[in-house]
């Protein structure tokens, strides 16, 4: 589980780079953070629901 959620920050941060380092790719970027938060926030849930079953 922590391998996808590392494998995807990593690619969100790639997508928010890029969309910051080409001019018409603004939207990229806002898509790219939004994902990393995105995930983030599901990794802390998953993890907290985890220890909470156990």
Do not use: Y
């Amino acid at each position: 589980m922590w391998i996808t959620l590392l494998v995807l920050l990593v690619a969100w941060a790639v997508l928010t780079i890029v969309g910051f380092t080409f001019q018409g790719l603004l939207w990229l970027a806002i898509i790219g953070i939004i994902l990393f938060v995105a995930t983030i926030i599901f990794g802390i849930i998953r993890t907290r629901a985890g220890r909470q079953t156990s």
